[in-house]
């Protein structure tokens, strides 16, 4: 069983409009990280939190992405408006110490902008 | 900094063939090292790990070691099959912080 669930699995939606992925651990982690991996390339950290608190957002494009994390277990990451640009998979990842401080990762949501 | 760098790819390999691809890492302190695997459409599984230097991680028939003389960490199989067709990431952590970093990737096709 995949230790992190993500919805949607796929997702295409219009330039300009507004999209949100959601992550659920399957367990309470410390630490939750949301990263972008474009066809072809390694994956980007776009957030990274511990607990609540994000610990690491200087990727992450604020004037249109969003994330949270409000009770620190479950998170959204939100696209406001989507550009073309921004097709990619979405990837959401766990860490902690209960995990051998290894991340793993989810099973991803792809995004195509139109 | 922090960075790591693997091999360009595509890598081609007939079935039963022997399988390198090469890490590097630069890294302060003592991180622990990864490799990671992406199957099409999917996210990316661990594979293997090391967390100090000498550590040879395995699974599945892959192996790698942690050498800290020349900060590598290449990624090796005896004979590989075609179900190994996939995308192969190098990363490392650096425990403070629970801060990962990841290579490129290398796609690697494995042909009958």
């Known amino acids: 069983e995949a230790e992190v669930a993500q919805s949607p699995r796929y997702k295409i939606t219009e330039k300009s409009q507004a999209v949100a992925f959601w992550c659920d651990p399957i367990?309470?982690?410390?630490?939750l990280y949301w990263y972008r991996q474009i066809l072809g390339q390694g994956p980007e950290l776009l957030v990274q939190f511990q607990d609540e608190s994000v610990v690491d957002d200087s990727q992450l494009p604020k004037d249109r992405f969003s994330a949270e994390r409000l009770k620190g277990v479950d998170s959204t990451l939100k696209i406001q408006p989507a550009e073309l640009g921004d097709s990619a998979m979405y990837l959401c990842?766990?860490?902690?110490?209960?995990?051998?401080?290894?991340?793993?990762f989810g099973e991803g949501s792809w995004l195509t902008v139109v | 900094g922090n960075s790591v760098t693997q091999m360009e790819g595509p890598v081609t390999l007939s079935e039963e063939a022997f399988l390198t691809i090469n890490c590097t890492y630069t890294a302060t302190g003592y991180p622990s090292l990864f490799w990671y695997v992406q199957y099409p459409g999917e996210g990316l599984q661990l594979l293997l790990k090391a967390t100090k230097a000498d550590d040879k991680g395995s699974n599945k028939g892959f192996e790698a070691t942690y050498r800290k003389e020349t900060t590598s960490f290449h990624l090796e199989k005896g004979s590989v099959q075609v179900s190994d067709s996939a995308v192969y990431f190098c990363a490392l952590s650096r425990n403070t912080g629970n801060q990962f970093y990841f290579g490129t990737g290398t796609s690697l096709t494995v042909i009958p």
């Open positions: 990842a766990i860490s902690g110490q209960d995990r051998g401080n290894t991340i793993y």
């Open positions: 367990s309470g982690h410390a630490t």
